[in-house]
């Protein structure tokens, strides 16, 4: 019965003409309701499709997990933080009132030089002269400073780095013993 009181006629189907077949994607001519459109029926051979178990889909290896860093890697960007950590020291009120751009040119440069501040740390031999000339240069970026005052800076934080290096070195003997 439907919504509006009529009753659905449906035309009899012999067994053999059944659509009910594997394979069936399409009405069998034979059997139709009487007062449904074709649209839906369409609409009720979909929801059947729909239904239709569908085969499981494939399923990508698990993988294990890689470690991503040594721990000399972990190691050295501790020694890199550090440094950074040094040069960055006293400086955040003068960094503050720099122009964002100045900011930007400013950072850039002490990342850099820091970089180049682990390398030559990790060398055999430390060259305190060229750490001391790399800090003063990147200083030098700061507009407006004393000649006099840069080079204390760039002095008291070369004696900063090399302590560090020094003792980041002996950690790295006693560990290999």
Do not use: C
């Not at 059944?18 to 449904?36: C, D, I, N």
């Not at 100045?102 to 990790?122: M, N, Y």
């Amino acid at each position: 019965m439907t919504t509006n009181g009529q009753k659905k006629e449906l035309t009899p189907v012999a067994p053999a003409e059944s659509p009910v077949h594997l394979g069936a994607t399409h009405e069998h001519p034979a059997v139709q309701e009487v007062g449904k459109t074709k649209e839906t029926r369409e609409a009720a051979h979909a929801d059947a499709r729909a239904a239709e178990p569908k085969p499981p889909e494939p399923v990508a290896p698990i993988v294990p997990p890689v470690a991503v860093q040594a721990p000399a890697t972990v190691q050295e960007d501790h020694l890199v933080r550090k440094i950074e950590d040094i040069l960055a020291e006293d400086l955040t009120d003068v960094y503050l009132s720099l122009p964002l751009d100045a900011q930007v040119a400013f950072k850039s440069k002490g990342e850099q030089t820091a970089s180049k501040i682990h390398a030559l740390v990790q060398a055999a031999k430390v060259n305190a002269k060229k750490i001391f000339f790399l800090i003063r240069d990147w200083l030098k970026v700061l507009p407006g400073m004393n000649r006099f005052f840069l080079e204390q800076e760039a002095k008291i934080k070369t004696d900063k780095i090399l302590l560090v290096s020094e003792m980041e070195r002996q950690e790295r003997k006693q560990n290999d013993l």
